[in-house]
């Protein structure tokens, strides 16, 4: 599967880079006009926003703390690079529905290297801490590598680096550029996976789990390390037994040893995002994701009610332990109050960063 | 016909657009049912929207439509039921919220039997956390004078020897995960 977008926008001043060559050279066929300003675009809805393609020099930072570490939550110290905006997958839960409202056009960042070099300074100016990056936080990490290549510049910086691990998270299957590169152990490739009930009903457009499962035994062959995000897990009529089947498979494909981290995690949206997930209607009618027994908690978002999200924990926790012993799991955005329930413990932020760091080494 | 009796309905209840617009929205069979509960209830922009919240979920959780699970013969029936309008709306709602939230309702019908089993009256209340999303039970206990105080600890005390107690506790924790 590889996205083909309608229609490309090149910012005018991009038109020499590194990405919008990359892109030219891989997309032939595709229609490229320039903009001098991103009002020309026009506004359009979230799911127009995703079909054409935009390139852009991104102006602000590309390296965050994880949006995700709210306070009262146990956070793993993660670090975010956003090189895109937007993915052109549509799931019904995506947060960005809500949280790009404004800004929705699907848009790749024309000055990656700047990027990095914002990397760069950290991690020279912390040579004794390892870092955990990610590029999925406000994209999919994959899904516009067949068009824009990024992954060739990614790979090899961080395969040089000595105290930071690059995490490409996705739900596609497009590993094809990362076969030829080599990691050096630096790069965990992670998917994020539900079972099939789930995907066909919620995630729409993203690669069916077989396939998924299938990019991650390559990856997994050509040296990289993999991980997989429960997260979301949908609470749904037969939720026990399709994830126990989504495992049968996982398991069938893919060897404990191979995995340096599962998150789990569960639905959760705030009122806003639901509004809107109801307002899209028959568009992305996000049946189980409306359905699920969530209820508001203390920071106003809605998620499974306790009790259940507990027992969901640990359903696929025992399921993960039995094969995956020696794997890092760790809960995404949750109270200490729920780690206790479900992990029988509560690290501090730093023992979990810690800790996932030394999981995504060799 | 629906139609005509959806505009007087929203004109009628005085419908904010956007609550309006998600009644048209629906499909013909939704429409219908949401307005056969709706207009005899007379039921306000705010009560309508819980009940659409609350439907909606159920029919995207069961995998069936709004008509359905307005249409089921146990919403009906409460329909019919000797009570006043706010009771009835009460009721549906109620009755509603059981469906979309089928485990947490069951577990909290568990606890709910238990704490009636204690036979506290009713100046003494025991109150889980919302939702069962805490982790602390709150104790209430109301008295007009010292000695109606010292009776209600002394029911109290009584009711948490009683075995009831421990099986709520068990309950809700599990529960609670």
Known sequence: ?362 | MTDSRLEEYVERQRLRPVTAERLRRLDQGGRSAVLDVAVPLGLNDNQLRDVLDLAEDSAAREGVSVAEVLGDPEAAALRQRRLGRSDKIKALKAWLRRRRYPHLSAALDRIDALRARLGLPAATRLELPENLEGDELVVTLRASSVEDLRARVAQLARACDRPEIEALFDVWHEAAG
Request: proline content about 5%; aromatic content about 8%; some cysteine.
């Open chain 1, 1 to 362: 599967m590889s996205f083909v977008p309608d229609q490309v926008w090149v910012e005018r001043g991009s038109e020499h880079s590194s990405v919008v060559a990359e892109t030219r050279a891989r997309l032939p066929g595709a229609r490229f006009a320039t903009f001098a300003d991103a009002a020309e675009l026009g506004a359009v809805g979230f799911a127009e926003a995703k079909r054409s393609l935009v390139l852009k020099r991104h102006r602000g930072g590309f390296f965050e703390h994880c949006p995700a570490g709210t306070s009262g939550m146990v956070c793993c110290n993660y670090l975010v690079l956003n090189f895109a905006s937007n993915c052109p997958f549509d799931c019904s839960y995506c947060f960005l529905q809500d949280y790009l409202a404004a800004n929705n056009r699907l848009t790749a960042f024309t000055n990656p290297e700047d990027g990095l070099d914002e990397v760069d300074r950290v991690l020279a100016a912390h040579p004794e801490k390892q870092f955990r990056i990610g590029t999925g936080e406000l994209a999919d990490s994959l899904a516009l590598d067949p068009v824009t290549g990024l992954s060739r510049l990614l790979v090899p910086f961080f395969a040089a680096r000595d105290n930071a691990v690059l995490e490409l998270k996705t739900k596609s299957d497009c590993v094809d550029e990362l076969l030829a590169l080599d990691p050096r152990g630096r790069v965990v490739v992670s998917w994020s996976l539900n079972p099939r009930q789930v995907i066909e009903s919620e995630e729409y457009g993203t690669a069916p789990l077989p396939a998924r499962l299938s990019a991650a035994r390559r990856v997994a062959d050509s040296g990289y390390r993999v991980g997989f995000h429960l997260d979301p897990l949908v609470e749904h009529p037969g939720w026990r037994e399709h994830y126990e089947a989504m495992f049968d498979e996982l398991f069938d494909t893919i060897r404990g040893d191979d995995v340096a981290w599962f998150s789990l995690g569960s639905l959760r949206m705030t009122p806003s995002l639901v509004r809107k997930v109801r307002a899209r209607g028959a568009e992305r009618p996000g049946r189980l994701a409306l359905g699920a027994e969530t209820v508001s908690g203390n920071d106003g978002k809605l998620r499974v009610w306790r009790g259940l999200r507990v027992r969901m924990y640990q359903a696929v926790l025992e399921r993960i332990r039995a094969a995956a012993p020696a794997a890092t799991v760790y809960l995404c955005m949750e109270t200490p109050a729920v780690w206790e329930k479900a992990m029988r413990e509560v690290p501090s932020d730093r023992q979990l960063g810690q800790r996932l760091a030394a999981g995504a080494r060799w």
